[in-house]
Nanobody
Framework: QVQLVESGGGLVQAGGSLRLACAAS????????MGWFRQAPGKDREFVAH????????SVAESVKGRFTISRDTAKNTLYLQMNSLKPDDTAVYYC????????????WGQGTQVTVSS
């Protein structure tokens, strides 16, 4: 199994920016997909964005399109989420996860990092 550790969360004012990182260690993978998800209090976990590890193609949820950018550094085995123009509705715990087989089943998850956007 791969171990995933998120960092970069915090408190920011509306309109501000944060950059999340997710460092992967342990099992290596040259294919597969890594994604970001979030869960706000009292709500279900929702998809934010994903990137194919090989090739780098991305997909981003409509709710964050144009504001969030997902990227990866394959040499560092690190996933990133650049979040700009943050809104209070973006407040949530953000999780990274890996789908080893590109079958939309995420097999390993990080512990999450809290993002709080104040109005």
């Amino acid at each position: 199994q791969v171990q995933l550790v998120e960092s970069g969360g915090g408190l920011v004012q509306a309109g501000g920016s944060l950059r999340l990182a997710c460092a992967a260690s342990g099992r290596t993978f040259s294919r597969g997909t890594m994604g970001w998800f979030r869960q706000a209090p009292g709500k279900d976990r929702e998809f934010v964005a994903h990137v194919r590890w090989s090739g780098g193609s991305t997909s981003v949820a409509e709710s964050v399109k144009g504001r969030f950018t997902i990227s990866r550094d394959t040499a560092k085995n690190t996933l990133y989420l650049q979040m700009n123009s943050l809104k209070p509705d973006d407040t949530a715990v953000y999780y990274c996860a890996v789908d080893y087989d590109n079958d939309y089943v995420y097999d390993s998850w990080g512990q999450g990092t809290q993002v709080t956007v104040s109005s």
